[in-house]
C-alpha cells in the first residue's frame, strides 16, 4: 500500500515573518572609505594616508609616498585607491569577504615624521610644513630606507568593476543621486560600479570591515534601483 505524499509544507522550512521579511530585502550598499584620525583636514589626511597620486604607477605597481613606519592598518592615499599594511591584508584574506585581489605596492618614498605621537585632538597640528603645503610633510624630508625595511610589505586592494552605476542625469551634483543597477551586480561583498571611481560594499561586508578596522573606515549608504 503507498504511503500518503507529504504536503509541502511538511517539505519545506517554515520561517518565521522577521525571517521572510529579511530573505527578501534588497541589497543594501554603502561607500566604502576613511575615518579621519584628526580635525586637520588635508594635512592630517597626507599624515594618516600618504598619497599615491602624485607619481605614475610604474609596472602597473602603485608608488607610495608616506610617512614611516607607522602606518595605520587600512588607508586611502589616493583617488579611489585602498591601501593596506601586511597585518590589515592579513585581517581581510581572513574575513570571508569576496571581491578582492592584491597587489604589492612600491614604497617609492618613504620619511620619518612621527605625527601617531603627536596630540591627534587638538585644533591644528602642531608642525606644518615650511611651505604651507601639505605633501610637503613627505616632500620636504629625505627617504629613509630603514624605515621603508621596518614597515614591512605594503598592499593595495584590487577591487575590479563587476557592477554598473545609474544616474538620472547626464552630470549630477553628489554621488547621492547615483545608484547602483541591482540587476548588474555580481553579487560581490566589495566591489567597483562602471561610472563610480570610490569602492562599494553590501551591508554584511560595511558590518564586518567595521569590526575588523573600527576608527579606521566610514561607510555611507549607497543608493540602488
Partial sequence: MHQPIASIHSILPVWPPDVIEVMTMPARFYWFGEQPLTPWGDYGHI?????????L??????????????MPPITFPG??????????KAQLEASG???????PVRKTRIVELPWQDWDLSTGDPPELPESGEPEDY?????PDARLSDEMGDVWELVVPVTANIGRPTRVVRSFHELYVELDSWNGADIFRADGYGGV????????????LFGGYVAFEEFASR
Fill in 57 to 70: 604607477r610604474v609596472e602597473g605597481l602603485l608608488c607610495l609616498e608616506r610617512t614611516g613606519p607607522y
Fill in 79 to 88: 583617488i579611489g585607491d585602498v591601501v593596506l599594511t601586511s597585518g590589515g
Fill in 138 to 142: 613627505i616632500l620636504e624630508r629625505q
Fill in 47 to 55: 599624515l594618516q594616508h600618504g598619497m599615491t597620486s602624485h607619481l
Fill in 97 to 103: 569577504l569576496s571581491g578582492f585581489t592584491f597587489r
Fill in 200 to 211: 562599494l560594499v553590501v551591508e554584511g561586508a560595511k558590518d564586518r570591515l567595521d569590526e
